[in-house]
């Protein structure tokens, strides 16, 4: 029996930069990259099994480009070498949940740049939730201020912990 997807109106996910991160890095340490690698969320198998048996319930995954160049910043800045297989790994995580990226201009978000002082990041991701309104989408994320922030929107967020600790 899955778990019971608490937005059940839901089948759009949006994902934010850090539970990605930790698919990834969750990936990456499987695959032995030895660099110091290490998961903030997903440190033990129970915890990968719920995310995915969640991941699992949304039929459409997305995210916005903000957020595949800030995992181009972490794999410059922390990965010394193989660079080549650590992206590698990101292929292939974004193909296996046939990840679709939406693109949100920055002059159609300087509302959410500016009023809320959030990054274009967070700002495209939030962006994204309120242009698929329609779609009931929930947005997951590991920052707690964008999740309120999503709330406020009258958006659904759900934090990764909120997925793997309280299952």
């Given at each position: 029996?899955?778990?019971?997807?608490?937005?059940?109106?839901?089948?759009?996910?949006?994902?934010?930069?850090?539970?990605?991160?930790?698919?990834?890095?969750?990936?990456?340490?499987?695959?032995?990259?030895?660099?110091?690698?290490?998961?903030?969320?997903?440190?033990?198998?129970?915890?990968?099994?719920?995310?995915?048996?969640?991941?699992?319930?949304?039929?459409?995954?997305?995210?916005?480009?903000?957020?595949?160049?800030?995992?181009?910043?972490?794999?410059?800045?922390?990965?010394?070498?193989?660079?080549?297989?650590?992206?590698?790994?990101?292929?292939?995580?974004?193909?296996?949940?046939?990840?679709?990226?939406?693109?949100?201009?920055?002059?159609?978000?300087?509302?959410?740049?500016?009023?809320?002082?959030?990054?274009?990041?967070?700002?495209?991701?939030?962006?994204?939730?309120?242009?698929?309104?329609?779609?009931?989408?929930?947005?997951?994320?590991?920052?707690?201020?964008?999740?309120?922030?999503?709330?406020?929107?009258?958006?659904?967020?759900?934090?990764?912990?909120?997925?793997i600790y309280h299952s």
């Amino acid at each position: 029996m899955g778990m019971e997807n608490p937005f059940t109106r839901s089948k759009t996910l949006i994902l934010d930069t850090g539970p990605l991160w930790e698919l990834i890095l969750h990936r990456a340490m499987e695959e032995r990259f030895h660099q110091g690698l290490k998961v903030q969320f997903l440190r033990e198998k129970i915890h990968y099994d719920r995310l995915a048996t969640f991941l699992d319930e949304f039929s459409k995954k997305m995210t916005t480009p903000h957020v595949v160049a800030e995992i181009s910043g972490h794999i410059k800045r922390g990965i010394d070498r193989r660079k080549e297989d650590f992206w590698r790994i990101v292929f292939e995580e974004f193909k296996g949940m046939h990840m679709d990226e939406n693109l949100i201009k920055l002059l159609d978000m300087r509302e959410r740049v500016l009023e809320v002082e959030q990054d274009a990041v967070d700002a495209s991701v939030l962006q994204l939730g309120l242009n698929l309104r329609d779609e009931n989408p929930t947005v997951f994320t590991v920052d707690v201020p964008l999740a309120g922030r999503c709330k406020s929107a009258r958006l659904h967020a759900i934090h990764i912990s909120e997925v793997i600790y309280h299952s």
